[in-house]
């Protein structure tokens, strides 16, 4: 009886919210189909939080077309707490509850409650089901709320800044898990501010920057979009000319530090590079071809919008 | 409510209102803070049994109508515990509540946050009433405070006592925006209002005019509600009614001002 099996699960239209007349989310618009790791990206304060808390039905949009499984997140709102499970950026629990606790009494909320016993397990609490909530680490906090998002087995999920304050080894493990969460079919709707993150995990993303989408596309599109896709650099055995480097096709930029040369530009500018060299008889020692990374396109999408 | 941010009111929501594992769980939690337990349920008893056990508090005076000082401090120490709860522990815990994000993670569950806020009530006003009959029978048990004469009026009045008390500690809840400052609040309310009820002079004892002007405060129109009730006369509709207009305006300025982020 899922009310919208055939339409997209998540679905943003012409967003518009602003707080005493500063406009936080101005005109966005995307779509979350079932079963994708769809990642919100955006440096801070750009209105990624306010847009998945208009998701979230936690805030009431300007203007504006909002349905999380075919339901008004507002209007709706008891309906939609049954299909989503939501890790807020900053929240806490009563201090002296314990783990088990919590998770019991979150289970009890939810209409058919996953066990929480495996999913402790996977989350690495299971050795901390005595514990109360003010003595957890702040990883140990994280992943608690982890465990809250998915106990009601909801249809879709959505992570605000996931793995702020994990070590890097419980960062790897939650990606994990995300990646598990999404193989039994639950869609993911991830916020965050960090790129490898975003690569690693996300199907689409959108890139939300000063209220507006600046972009929205695979991880890998968005790289190809960049003006730097492919980064070359070496060390010269003589030096080249400015003006020949100026002059190489699809260039983004060239930087020289202690005798080494480092160009960014598409997969032109590496064959023009070799050509070049070839003909001037000089020899690059230590050549590296990289692909740029999300850091790169971001950087250069969320630049292009600044006056 | 607030103004920009927060135009969904969890009021307006369906869902459940009551639900037995949040109220399990304040139950738990407030068994875990030694300090309330002591404050609301022992220190209202504690204070009677001090005071009792001084020889001048158990003998009979004439200005008292016949009354030893003792039984005179009854109804004092039954307000007591509603009163340091619903002034000190209650805003804290409920301006944390809110100061923390916990109502925020709560709307975001098929339960509503306000069954969160409406279960500590719950279980606060419970303390007050154990409060309440543990220093009713420390008196009847230990010095031979007679229970009270107008049972049924004893009992409506303290109830519209803790209801008082509750609405108070929700105003302050409401008007404060950390715990810190709930506390700050609090406590400056916390002293006119023992005094009303009369803890540094029953009323009883005090004179005429300021025992009227204390009748129109909440706890000194329930001190004289239980007076009156404890002697075995209906307690008085003056005093009734006072508590209860209290009660409305209060909850109304708590339910007005309360800001759920």
Redesign the interface.
Known sequence: MSPTSAGPIVEVSGLYKS??GRTVVDGVSFTVEEGEIFGVLGPNGAGKTTTVECV?????PDAGRVRVAGLDP?AE??RV??V?G?Q?Q?????A??TVR?AL???A????HPADWRPLAERLGLDSRLGTRFAKLSGGQKQRLFIA?ALI?DPRVVVLDELTTGLDPRARRDTWQLIEDVRASGVTVLLVTHFMEEAQRLCDRIAVIDKGRLAALDTPQGLIRRSAGATVLSFTPSAPLDEDALAALPGLASVTHKDGRLTLSGTDETVDAVLTLLARRRVTAHQLRVTDATLDDAFLDLTETSTP | MS??????TPAR???TLV?P??LR?EI??FR??PGALFWIVCFPALLLAILGSIPSFREHDEALGGLRLVDTYVPVTVLLGMILGGLQAMPQVLTG?RE???L??M?????RPAALLLAHMVVFAGAALVSALLALLLGRLAFGVRLPAQGFGYALALLLAVAAALALGSLVSALTPTSRIAGAVGSAVLFPMMFCAGLWVPVQSMPDLLARIVGWTPFGAAAQALNGAAAGHWPGWSHLGVLAAWTVLLTAGAARWFRWE
Request: charged letters at 25%; zero cysteines.
């Open positions: 707080y005493g979230e039905g936690l805030r009431t507002v709102h008891d707490t049954r989503l939501v807020l900053q929240s806490e629990l009563q002296k509850l606790e019991e009494l979150y009890s909320f939810a209409p809250l009601g | 103004s920009a941010p927060t135009p969904t929501r369906a869902g639900h594992g949040v769980t738990r939690l875990r803070e509540y923390r994000g916990i925020r993670r709307s975001t569950t098929p339960v």
